[in-house]
């Protein structure tokens, strides 16, 4: 059975920049949609970015547009979020999951990884 797993979490000072990766193994074929989401303490889970793995469509949030980068690796199974211009707010467990269509559904995505903690300090 296939599952998701993150990696790329760390510390890093307001203004800073990390590379998150979701590495997809076990599943027959890359899934169609993956996504990434974060949850910050006594917070909803929060949709940021999502890219259709076989013709490199990206969705985004409003709140990560123009500061996060989504973009896949199909012979790796990897799906990297490079984030920029790191924030306080940005603090928060990110996971990665999948989707079987409509990439930019936040609600079709299931299947969450285990998670990476992102810290932004001032």
């Known amino acids: 059975q296939g599952h998701l797993m993150e990696s790329g979490g760390g510390s890093v000072q307001t203004g800073g920049s990390l590379t998150l990766s979701c590495e997809a193994s076990?599943?027959?074929?890359?899934?169609?949609?993956i996504g990434w989401f974060r949850q910050a303490p006594g917070k909803d889970r929060e949709p940021l970015a999502g890219?259709?793995?076989?013709?490199?469509?990206?969705y985004y949030t409003d709140s990560v547009k123009g500061r996060f980068v989504i973009s896949r690796d199909n012979v790796k199974n990897l799906v990297n979020l490079q984030m920029s211009s790191l924030r306080v707010d940005d603090t928060a467990m990110y996971f990665c999951?999948?989707?079987?269509?409509?990439?930019?559904?936040?609600?079709?995505?299931?299947?969450w990884g285990q998670g990476t903690q992102v810290t932004v300090s001032s």
């Open positions: 999951a999948k989707a079987g269509f409509e990439c930019g559904n936040w609600r079709r995505y299931n299947s």
């Open positions: 076990g599943y027959p074929a890359m899934p169609s949609c």
């Open positions: 890219i259709f793995t076989a013709g490199g469509n990206t």
